[in-house]
C-alpha cells in the first residue's frame, strides 16, 4: 500500500509541471489583459504599459514562465492584480469555505445516492427502481445554477425556511480560529454560530451535490445489479449464507469498487461546480473568487487557484487507490 502512495506521488510532480505550462499558456491567450482589465478600456498606452511593466507582463512568456515556476518553488504564487493582496492568502482565506461546502455536497450526494441505488437494485424492475432511474436523469439533467436558483426562491424566498446567502448571519457573532465556520462554532461551543453555519450550508449543499448523487445513484444500482446476480453470489446463497451477511459482505462490497472510482471523479465536478454554487449563494469560497479573477484577467489567482484545485483533486484520487485496497483485500497484491 505504501509503495502504490509512493508512485501515485511521484507521478503527481510531472502531471502538475504539465498542466503548470498548459494553464500559464491558456491564461495568457485570453483576449484582453490585466491591465485593461485592471484600468478599464479607456486606460491610456501609457498606463497599460506601467502596469505591464510593474507585474513582468511585458516580458518574454519563456521568461515569464520560468519566473512563475521560479517563484512557485520558493512558495510564492504572486499577488492579485485585483486586490493586491498574496494568491496563498487568499486561498487559505477561502479554502475553509469551499471544502465545508464540497465536504458537505459530498456528504449528501454518498449517504443519499448509495442506498438510493442499492434499494433501487434490490427492487429492479419495481416502481422504486423506475422511481430512481426517472430521479436521477432528472438530477443530471437540470443544470447547477439553475437548481440553485429555484432551491433558493423556494425555501428561502417561498418558504423562509433556510438562509439565501453568505455563509453566516450577519447578527452572528462568532469566532473563527480554523475559519471553518461549523467546526469553529463546535470548538468554541458557539452552538447557535455552528447551528446557523450549518443552515447556511444546505440548500448550496443541495444545488452542488446533486449532479453526483444521481450519476453515484446511478452507478451503484448498476454494479448491485452485476455483483447479484455473479455466479459466486448464487454460490454463497446457496450454501445458506444469511441474507442480510450476504447482501452486506458479499454483494455491497463487491459493488463498492466502481462507485468508490465515481466518488473519486466526483470531487473534481464538485469544485468546478462551486464555481457557480458560490455565486448563486454569495458563498464567499474558491469558487467565488476565481469568478471574479476570470471576468478581471487577474493572472495570479487564476493560476494558483487552479493550481491548488489540481492538487486537491489528485489528491482525492490517490485516497481513492487506497481505498481499493481497504474493500478488496485483493487488490493490495497488485
Known amino acids: 500500500m505504501l509503495r502504490l502512495v509512493l508512485q501515485r506521488l511521484a507521478l503527481l510532480v510531472p502531471t502538475l509541471l504539465g498542466l503548470s505550462v498548459l494553464l500559464f499558456l491558456w491564461v495568457r491567450a485570453l483576449p484582453g489583459g490585466p491591465a485593461t482589465a485592471l484600468l478599464g478600456e479607456r486606460a491610456t498606452p501609457a498606463e497599460v504599459a506601467r502596469v ?3 507585474y513582468g507582463f511585458d516580458r518574454p512568456l519563456p521568461e515569464q514562465y520560468l519566473t512563475w515556476l521560479g517563484q512557485l518553488l520558493q512558495g510564492n504564487f504572486g499577488v492579485s492584480t485585483r486586490t493586491g493582496t498574496p494568491v496563498l492568502q487568499e486561498f487559505w482565506l477561502r479554502f475553509p469555505a469551499t471544502i465545508e461546502l464540497t465536504l458537505m455536497a459530498l456528504l449528501f450526494a454518498v449517504g ?8 433501487a437494485a434490490r427492487h ?3 416502481a422504486l427502481d423506475h422511481v430512481t432511474v426517472g430521479v436521477s436523469l432528472l438530477g443530471v439533467t437540470i443544470p447547477v445554477f439553475f437548481l440553485a436558483f429555484l432551491l433558493k426562491w423556494v425555501f428561502a424566498v417561498q418558504l423562509g425556511l433556510l438562509p439565501s446567502a453568505g455563509r453566516l448571519s450577519s ?10 465556520y461549523v467546526l469553529d462554532g463546535l470548538l468554541t461551543r458557539e452552538w447557535d454560530a455552528a447551528w446557523d453555519a450549518l443552515q447556511h450550508l444546505v440548500l448550496p449543499a443541495v444545488a452542488l451535490g446533486s449532479i453526483p448523487l444521481a450519476i453515484i445513484a446511478r452507478i451503484t444500482r448498476a454494479s448491485v445489479i452485476e455483483v447479484q446476480n455473479a455466479d459466486y453470489v448464487r454460490t454463497a446463497r446457496a450454501k445458506g449464507l444469511r441474507p442480510s451477511r450476504l447482501r452486506r459482505r458479499v454483494v455491497l462490497r463487491n459493488a463498492m469498487l466502481p462507485v468508490a472510482t465515481t466518488i473519486g471523479l466526483q470531487v473534481g465536478l464538485l469544485l468546478s461546480g462551486a464555481v457557480l454554487t458560490e455565486t448563486v449563494f454569495a458563498f464567499n469560497g474558491i469558487g467565488s473568487f476565481l469568478a471574479t479573477a476570470i471576468f478581471s484577467l487577474d493572472y495570479a489567482v487564476l493560476q494558483g487557484f487552479i493550481l491548488f484545485i489540481a492538487v486537491i483533486y489528485a489528491l482525492a484520487n490517490l485516497a481513492v487507490d487506497v481505498s481499493y485496497g481497504l474493500i478488496d483485500p ?5
Do not use: D, E, W
Open 52 to 54: 505591464n511593466a510593474l
Open 112 to 119: 443519499v445516492g448509495i442506498p438510493l441505488g442499492y434499494l
Open 124 to 126: 429492479q424492475g419495481r
Open 171 to 180: 447578527s452572528m457573532i462568532a469566532t473563527h480560529p480554523t475559519n471553518f
Open 330 to 334: 485483493r487488490m493490495r497484491a497488485r
